[in-house]
């Protein structure tokens, strides 16, 4: 059964530094991880989706990283903001299935 | 840009009360999913449609949860009777087959 874990449960850094979330799963056999943001009390919204064949994902001032064989993936946020403040959950999917197996979550408190 | 739209935003019941969700995917969208998410933890896969057709619903407690999507569109959840313990954020999501999945803004039940 695969089983995604997220550490930390929580980080606060000041505004403008460079930050990396981890996330870390048991099972490499995976088809695709995406990495989404939650803000209190609201929905997901997604980030990053990296597939299998793939090292990393860009998107502005994200970089998402994977590496199967260590069963580990790093979010990688530039130059932060306060509004960065949110919860990063990451999530891996199998092979051949589209069910999520996510993580604990991340909650990032970016301080002005 | 389209979203997935859920309703109500909250619900607050009493224990042994029914209840039922709304879901709206985004159009074109043939696969939804509803997720149950506690407080502090990531979601969880309730149920999986893949048009009208249930694809995994292991993880749905069939004993007082039901779900359906009668003209593969929209989709309801329901809970009879509701429990303390059913006490979440209800997101439902849609997407393409092995896509990123969009997520709703949730739902937030609270059982009394």
Not at chain 1, 8 to 37: H, K, M
Not at chain 1, 43 to 56: K, M, P
Not at chain 2, 38 to 54: H, K, M, N, R
Request: glycine share 8%.
């Amino acid at each position: 059964k695969q089983e995604v874990t997220q550490i930390p449960a929580a980080l606060s850094v000041p505004e403008g530094e460079n930050l990396v979330l981890n996330c870390s799963f048991t099972d490499s056999a995976i088809y695709n991880l995406q990495w989404f943001r939650q803000d209190p009390g609201k929905g997901l919204t997604s980030l990053l989706l990296i597939q299998s064949s793939q090292r990393e994902q860009t998107s502005g001032r994200l970089n998402a990283s994977l590496d199967k064989s260590s069963g580990r993936s790093t979010l990688y946020i530039a130059a932060s903001q306060p509004g960065d403040s949110a919860t990063y959950l990451c999530a891996a999917n199998p092979f051949g299935n589209e069910k999520l197996t996510f993580g604990t979550g991340t909650r990032l408190t970016i301080i002005p | 840009e389209a979203e997935v739209a859920q309703s109500p935003r909250y619900k607050i019941t009493e224990k042994s009360q029914a209840v039922a969700f709304w879901c709206d995917p985004i159009s074109g969208h043939a696969t939804l999913y509803w997720y149950r998410q506690i407080l502090g933890q990531g979601p969880e896969l309730l149920v999986q449609f893949q048009d009208e057709s249930v694809v995994d619903d292991s993880q749905l407690p069939k004993d007082r949860f039901s779900a359906e999507r009668l003209k593969g569109v929209d989709s309801t959840l329901k809970i009879q009777p509701a429990e303390l313990g059913d006490s979440a954020m209800y997101l439902c999501a849609s997407g393409r087959i092995q896509d990123t999945q969009y997520f709703g803004p949730g739902t937030r039940l609270t059982v009394l």
